[in-house]
Every structure is written in structure tokens, then in C-alpha cells.
């Protein structure tokens, strides 16, 4: 790209390599085009009204044809100047759709929510983003608190449904044991019924033995 005391900031874009300027004239403006990464942090409320630290890491490009509108209208810090602005109004206008809850649930719905809102307006600024992804999502503590005891009391509300589960199993079993032993005893009864003392003598002679 080429600056002109006389034309200003010349439209056609120069890619690498050699190219002719006119001395003392003609400036030469260099930008990276490249892909570069970026963290925003933005601290957001969410539908229910709980505050939640959110970290984005995006990676984007300028559109190479249309450097000289940036240049002429940003400046040559346009990824320092235009990506934290449009990553904390996407942000706050996504998490606000959401309660705190939601978020932890729908993480991946979050995250393309806030990637197509991104990407919509970094195009007016004629960025291209490659890739946006959520690296830290941090609630306030008193939200963080509300979870880890709702965590705890669902873990001992698991604890004592094994309880009775297990209390209905030996109960369960004990009726078994218990019917088991009533028919034994049935038997045996019918036995010596049928047999006399002859059934009592052979118990005896097995003990001994």
C-alpha cells in the first residue's frame, strides 16, 4: 500500500515483494495481513442478573483489497482498536439472553451465538474471523457458592437413595431368608411325619460324625 503527498492513500494494494514509488513522494505503508490472535475479556451480567467473566480468543484477518478504507478510517491499530470493542457489545447483548445456569449447559450454543455475532460485525469493519472460542467462563462467587452446594446436595441426595435402595434389598432378601427357613421347617415337619424318630436319628449320627 502506497501513500501520495499529493493523492493520499493510493487504492491499489501492493503484496510482497518489489515495486516502484516515486521518491520523496510516495511512502510506502506496510500492514500484516496475517491471522493474528487476540483474548477478550469481558465482565458481563446474565439474564438472571449473576455476573459472569467471560475470555474469548479470536483469530482474525483483514480483507487485503479493502486495507486502504481500514487504514484511512481505523488506522494502522485497527486489530487493537476494533475487536475488543465489538467482542465486549456482542458479549453483553449474547449473555444477557441467558441465565447463569444456561450457560454452563449450553456452552456450545453460547459460543456460536457470540461467533456469528462476531462475525456479522467484524465484517462492517471488513475483518475476517477464522476462529472464536470461549477459554474461561468464571461466575461471581456468590453464584459459585449457589453451585457448589446445589452439587453437594445432589450428591447426598444420591447417597441416600443408595441407602434405601440397599435397606429395600436386604429387606427383600430377609423375606427370602425368612420364607426359605419356613419351608425348611415345613418339610422337616412332614418328615417326621412320615418317618417317626428315624429322620432325628440319621441328624444325630451326621452331627457326630
Do not use: C
Amino acid at each position: 500500500m502506497i501513500f501520495d503527498r499529493f493523492r493520499g492513500v493510493l487504492q491499489e494494494v501492493n503484496g510482497e515483494g518489489t515495486h516502484f514509488r516515486i521518491p520523496f513522494v510516495q511512502t510506502p505503508i506496510i500492514m500484516d495481513i496475517r491471522s493474528q490472535p487476540r483474548i477478550i475479556t469481558s465482565p458481563t451480567g446474565t439474564k438472571d442478573l449473576q455476573t459472569v467473566n467471560i475470555t474469548l480468543r479470536v483469530l482474525s484477518h483483514p480483507i487485503e483489497d479493502r486495507l486502504p478504507s481500514i487504514y484511512n478510517d481505523i488506522g494502522r491499530d485497527f486489530n487493537e482498536r476494533i475487536l475488543p470493542s465489538i467482542g465486549n457489545e456482542v458479549l453483553k447483548a449474547v449473555v444477557a439472553k441467558y441465565n447463569a445456569e444456561d450457560l454452563l449447559r449450553k456452552r456450545e450454543n453460547v459460543s456460536m451465538e457470540i461467533r456469528k455475532g462476531l462475525l456479522e460485525r467484524a465484517k462492517t469493519f471488513h475483518l475476517i474471523l477464522d476462529d472464536v472460542a470461549i477459554t474461561h467462563l468464571r461466575f461471581g462467587n456468590e453464584f459459585s457458592k449457589a453451585i457448589e452446594e446445589k452439587q453437594v446436595a445432589q450428591q447426598e441426595a444420591e447417597r441416600q437413595t443408595y441407602v434405601v435402595m440397599k435397606a429395600d434389598q436386604e429387606a427383600k432378601a430377609s423375606v427370602i431368608r425368612s420364607e426359605g427357613e419356613a419351608e425348611a421347617a415345613e418339610l422337616i415337619s412332614l418328615a417326621l411325619k412320615e418317618s417317626g424318630s428315624g429322620l432325628i436319628e440319621v441328624r444325630r449320627i451326621d452331627v457326630r460324625k
